[in-house]
T-cell receptor, first 113, second 113 residues
């Protein structure tokens, strides 16, 4: 299916565990983004990527790692999950041409217990 | 840096009422402007956009005009429906060589029958 997909949709993990959230897009968009959404904070950018093998920190990168070996995939890893990382995570993609609108995945609701 | 300011919510209206959600921005150059909508349990999706001054974006009865002189992009709808209940995000992108979207905090709209 065309679009941007995230997996899993829901995840419960324990404090200290490593967890990876997956993101896949089918448009070959150059840019990909990871956001977290928390009440009272809106959307906060964690990491972004301008192209394969090019990643950079956003507003709240601590405790997260990303990679982008292929244009279509942009996984987000929590190296040692903490309760403060309980959130809804959204992946998005956009192109650097045209109006550059962002396309969002359905989100992953992560709970760290 | 770039920033987007939108009115705090929630905005509570009766069905068929007129809606305005204010949005102002600060950016270098001439950004593209967007309104996204997020329905419960879903990711953000583009509602409308405008790419240059005086452009009017419209979709599903919603409208917004790119006002460069007041750096604003206010969202309006003449007659809201219960199904319009959602969170609305104003955003900008493609400015100063950056393609990273900047989002407002979001405004929750609740429409009562």
């Amino acid at each position: 299916d065309a679009g941007i997909t995230q997996s899993p949709r829901y995840k419960i993990t324990e404090t200290g565990r490593q967890v990876t959230l997956m993101c896949h897009q089918t448009w070959s968009h150059s840019y990909m983004f990871w956001y977290r959404q928390d009440l009272g904070h809106g959307l906060r950018l964690i990491y972004y990527s301008a192209a394969a093998d090019i990643t950079d920190k956003g507003e709240v990168p601590d405790g997260y790692v990303v990679s982008r070996s292929k244009t279509e995939n942009f996984p987000l890893t929590l190296e040692s999950a903490t309760r403060s990382q309980t959130s809804v995570y959204f992946c998005a993609s956009s192109d650097a041409t045209g109006s550059t609108e962002a396309f969002f995945g359905q989100g992953t609701r992560l709970t760290v217990v | 840096g770039n920033s987007v300011t939108q009115m705090e919510g929630p905005v509570t209206l009766s069905e068929e009422a007129f809606l305005t959600i204010n949005c102002t921005y600060t950016a270098t150059g001439y950004p593209s402007l967007f309104w996204y909508v997020q329905y419960p349990g879903e990711g953000l999706q583009l509602l409308l956009k405008a790419t240059k001054a005086d452009d009017k974006g419209s979709n599903k009865g919603f409208e917004a005009t790119y006002r460069k002189e007041t750096t604003s992009f206010h969202l309006e709808k003449g007659s809201v429906q219960v199904s319009d209940s959602a969170v609305y995000f104003c955003a900008l992108s493609r400015t100063g060589g950056s393609y990273i979207p900047t989002f407002g905090r979001g405004t929750s709209l609740i429409v009562h029958p």
